[in-house]
């Protein structure tokens, strides 16, 4: 087995790798999620998002203001 250090090696970094990625990304989504939907409460992004969002959605009605 000449291959068998460098497996293991690159078994040990694969292993160091996953352990630094792990965890939620319900934390990074919440921050990201800033604008709500006041009709039914879907967070978005930005005001973009919301406009696109009202024209799909929501057709009838207008979109707030973007002072959101």
Do not use: W
Not at 3 to 18: S, V, Y
Not at 37 to 46: D, R, S
């Amino acid at each position: 087995m000449t291959r068998g250090k460098q497996k293991i090696e690159a078994q040990r970094k694969n292993a160091e790798r996953n352990q630094k990625s792990k965890g939620s990304q319900f934390e990074a989504r919440a921050v990201a999620l800033k604008v709500t939907c006041p009709i039914c409460k879907v967070q978005l992004a930005n005001s973009n998002q919301l406009g696109d969002h009202y024209a799909s959605k929501h057709p009838k009605e207008k979109p707030p203001a973007e002072s959101s």
